[in-house]
């Protein structure tokens, strides 16, 4: 069966306090828009409509920079979750396929629990997302009748009664898309928000003799987010999971809790990670390899047996090959670092290649950045930066070459030679003393004055 997502993201989030839209916060380095999308590829969605309305040019782009196919449909007023839905009917005029509705601010309904309920559309025309509440709070409520979905009462217009049921509605809806838009045109908006209400569409279609039934899912999968708070909560539940993910796959963590990933952090077996490393997006991190404390990485690719940290950055375009070594204070930025290299303390290599097995001194910086324009520094294999070294991009250093302590490198080095460009160092014969002597008398005197 193909599918089509319609995914609910108009609304302003008025409990965040932002400018930003609500679903462009980030959990886990990306938006909550795309961790929606995300959990739904799995059903190889065809069409994907995102019905946005505050914000809509961000929420578009954020769209489109993640799935170049998707269609964003505009809902000036927010009128309610089905006329949100109601907003997609043109873009799937014609389309054969389910409907599948999911909401932009509730980021973790799993792959598996989409799967459930595309399943169940064989024997039902209308699935619901359910799940038991442990504080059903304001939620709707399913009221079911054996299997079948009867009705979903909103909190405010439901009855005592009603309201002690605590198998909630998540929001996620999946029917055929023609049948969808059918029933909602026959919602209307008398009831205690004077909203159009999607979940009246259950009741409707139970009218006209067609089938509902719910699917349900834990409730950690459905957690909506409508404030910092519960944003900050949602990322801790999705820290949780994926450290767990990561350690069962073979990953050492001494203190998971302190390890802080990205939606899309990879991280291979046997590789170590430890306390307060922060991952943020795009890093890919081979088996075997070993993260110290304190290290901060981003659109960075770590090799088997390279050691980074501790109190490393890698940022955008680091790629460090097998058994390299990045130490203590280091930042590196778009550098290719070939095997065996070193880096181990208080340098800056950005816009550079760092040849095979080449040592790195202290304080090595490369100096891409003229106030204009950023260029390259080129480090050959088996070479040897002493420390202080100032590489003047753009600039080359040739293999198996040297540079002196302090060099200020303004000039390629060729291949072998040693370079060395600081002023020439000059020994005064007892001058030292001389200038003590001087200096406490002065000291001295300075004291006896203020007296
Ligand atoms: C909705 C459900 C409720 C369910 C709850 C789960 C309805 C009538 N109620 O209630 O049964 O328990 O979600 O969280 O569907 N949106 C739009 N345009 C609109 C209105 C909403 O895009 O005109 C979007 C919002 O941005 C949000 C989602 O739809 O992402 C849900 O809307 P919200 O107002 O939060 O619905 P609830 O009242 O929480
Ligand atoms: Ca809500």
Known sequence: MSIALIILAAGKGTRMKSDLPKVLHHVAGAPMLVHAMKSAEALEPEKTIVVAGHGSDAVSKAATGYNETAEVVLQTEQLGTAHAVA?????????????????????????????QMSEARANHDVIVLGFEARDPGKYGRLIMNGDSLAKIVEFKDASDEERAITLCNSGVICAKSSVLFDLIDAVGNENASGEYYLTDIVEIAQA?????????????????????????????????????????????????????????????????????????????????????????LEGAHVSRGAVVGPYARLRPGTELAEDTKIGNFVELKNAVVDEGAKVNHLSYVGDAHVGARANIGAGTITCNYDGVMKHHTEIGADSFIGSNTLLVAPV??????????????????????????????????????????????????????AE
């Open 208 to 296: 006209k003799g067609l089938s509902a039934t719910s699917v349900t899912c834990d409730e950690s999968e459905t957690l909506g987010v409508n404030s910092r708070v519960q944003l900050a909560e949602a990322d801790a539940i999705f820290q949780a999971k994926a450290r767990i993910a990561l350690m069962e796959g073979g990953v050492t963590m001494h203190a998971p809790d302190t390890v802080y990933l990205s939606h899309d952090t990879y991280i291979g077996a046997d590789t170590i990670i430890e306390p307060n490393v922060v991952f943020g997006p795009e890093v890919t991190v081979e088996n075997g390899a070993h993260i110290r404390a304190f290290s901060h």
């Open 87 to 115: 907003q997609a009917k043109d873009a799937l005029s014609g389309f054969e396929g389910d409907a599948l509705v999911l909401y932009g601010d509730t980021p973790f309904i799993s792959p598996e629990t989409l799967q």
């Open 396 to 449: 080359s250093v040739g293999a198996n070459a040297m540079t002196g302590s302090g060099t200020v490198v303004t000039k390629d080095v060729p291949d072998t030679d040693l370079a060395i460009a600081r002023a020439p160092q000059v020994n005064k014969t007892g001058l030292a003393v001389k200038l003590f002597d001087m200096l406490k008398k002065k000291k001295a005197s300075k004291a006896k004055g």
